[in-house]
């Protein structure tokens, strides 16, 4: 069957026709014939996201991205998806922009939720956003970057005061310090030497010190447990007693019972005794100087005398005193 020229043309437009809507299908990831849910996710900032871009859940591709286009006059941009029935999760579940790599790649993927309640064509799903690495990065070292800024200032001025206050001679005696401490660390160096070298030629004496050192430390301990063993304790226990006992008796003296005790604290006591004695001592000295007056023997029937008292009578005397 031979066709005309316009059937062939026709035919030709025809499939040109069909080329072009294969083709674009092609080209927006997006099929004719299938039967997948067109979504949509509202963004403040997509990040850079593109049409054609996988949609994803649990790491396995369920859709592609369609079109990014603002949804108002605000700058939202509404994003349009389309994911196929093969898992059917809720419509409360949530879409979230991530980055695909280290190279700034934008990337969608769902984070289902099975709640009963089945998503529908053109449902809009709540989104999320995971900040990329650069983000992250930004907002740790920022604060760290800003503190290092502000410590550098400071040091530059901590290091303009010392240069107003180092003027030439500070900064002399300065140098001289400097060099006067590696002198010293030189010094140190050779003592340390010298040290070792004193060290490991008395190796052999020191260690007899200490191995006597050790007999020593056992001696003490066997005169401790000997000790220990005659008695010592019990005897510091009795001593211990009495102590108190006599802190005991101190106590009774300071509060003036018993005998001592009155003699520390009655004052009229003291007194009487003081005096008592005072006159004991009268007593015995006119009795030395005067026995007259006291012991009168007549031998042979004599007739007593009586008794004048001396004008240097040491009774008086005393008692002048």
């Known amino acids: 069957m031979k066709l005309s020229r316009e059937i062939k043309t026709g035919l030709i437009v025809i499939m040109g026709t069909l080329c072009v809507i294969f083709g674009y299908s092609f080209l927006k990831s997006t099929s004719l014939f299938d039967d997948d849910l067109?979504?949509?996710?509202?963004y403040k900032d997509v990040g850079g996201l593109q049409a054609g871009t996988t949609v994803s859940i649990n790491g396995k591709k369920v859709g592609t991205v369609n079109s990014i286009k603002f949804k108002d006059a605000s700058g939202n941009?509404?994003?349009?998806?389309?994911?196929n029935q093969d898992l059917l999760f809720s419509k409360n579940s949530t879409v979230e922009l991530y980055d695909?790599?280290?190279i700034g790649g934008k990337g969608l993927r769902i984070n289902p939720i099975f709640d009963g309640v089945t998503i529908a064509n053109k449902d809009t799903l709540k989104t999320t956003t995971k900040a990329s690495?650069?983000?992250?990065?930004?907002?740790?070292?920022?604060?760290?970057?800003e503190k290092f800024e502000?410590?550098?200032?400071?040091?530059?001025?901590v290091m303009?005061?010392?240069?107003?206050?180092?003027?030439?001679?500070?900064?002399?005696?300065?140098?001289?310090?400097?060099?006067?401490?590696?002198?010293?660390?030189n010094d140190l160096k050779g003592a340390g030497s010298t040290l070792n070298t004193l060290l490991k030629n008395n190796d052999e004496k020191l260690s007899n010190s200490l191995a006597n050192f050790e007999k020593l430390t056992a001696n003490f301990a066997n005169l401790s447990d000997s000790l220990n063993n005659a008695g010592l304790g019990r005897t510091l226990s009795n001593l211990e007693s009495t102590m108190a006992s006599l802190n005991n008796i101190m106590s009774k003296i300071d509060r003036g019972d018993g005998t001592m005790?009155?003699?520390?604290?009655?004052?009229?006591?003291?007194?009487?005794?003081?005096?008592?004695?005072?006159?004991?001592?009268?007593?015995?000295?006119?009795?030395?100087?005067?026995?007259?007056?006291?012991?009168?023997?007549?031998?042979?029937?004599?007739?007593?005398?009586?008794?004048?008292?001396?004008?240097?009578?040491?009774?008086?005397?005393?008692e002048n005193k």
């Open 160 to 185: 303009l005061n010392v240069n107003e206050v180092l003027d030439t001679k500070a900064k002399k005696d300065l140098r001289k310090s400097i060099s006067d401490l590696s002198l010293l660390m």
């Open 133 to 145: 690495l650069s983000e992250v990065a930004d907002q740790k070292l920022s604060p760290i970057l």
């Open 38 to 42: 067109t979504l949509y996710a509202v």
């Open 261 to 318: 005790g009155k003699l520390m604290k009655d004052e009229a006591l003291y007194t009487n005794l003081n005096n008592a004695s005072r006159e004991l001592n009268l007593l015995l000295q006119d009795f030395r100087l005067n026995p007259k007056r006291y012991v009168n023997v007549s031998v042979f029937g004599k007739k007593q005398t009586a008794y004048e008292v001396p004008e240097n009578d040491p009774a008086k005397i005393i």
């Open 150 to 157: 502000s410590a550098l200032t400071d040091a530059d001025s």
């Open 100 to 102: 695909t790599g280290l």
């Open 77 to 83: 941009l509404l994003v349009t998806f389309s994911v």
